[in-house]
């Protein structure tokens, strides 16, 4: 487990290993469930998003993302100010900002 995020003791092996994969995200990028647990080679997206909402709070759960560049239901605003803060791209949708996933799509590498 990295330094960074002190988990829960028993914390389940593949929880840890979304949240250190959440970790390395760095500012200003995302990545979708899907390719989060492609990058981990196990699970799917709804493996990766019940992680997040279980046990993201502890970790950057904004850079991680539904590929569609929608803002996370209930949670737009205060995703918002830090995609602001960090310099995400967005684009303008007539629902709203959206991730601009083209540009701000990282690879894990």
Request: charged share 30%.
């Amino acid at each position: 487990m990295s330094d960074e995020y002190p988990g829960p003791a028993g914390l389940p092996d593949y929880a840890e290993r979304v949240l250190e994969a959440a970790e390395r995200i760095p500012p200003g990028r995302v990545m979708t469930y899907g390719d989060i647990a492609e990058w981990l080679e196990e699970g799917g997206p709804r493996q990766v998003g019940r992680v997040m909402a279980l046990y993201g709070g502890a970790v950057p759960w904004w850079r991680v993302v539904r590929s569609d560049g929608v803002l996370l239901p209930g949670s737009e605003r205060r995703a918002l100010e830090h995609y602001r803060v960090e310099g995400t791209p967005l684009r303008d949708s007539p629902a709203g900002p959206r991730l601009d996933m083209r540009r701000a799509r990282w690879d894990g590498g």
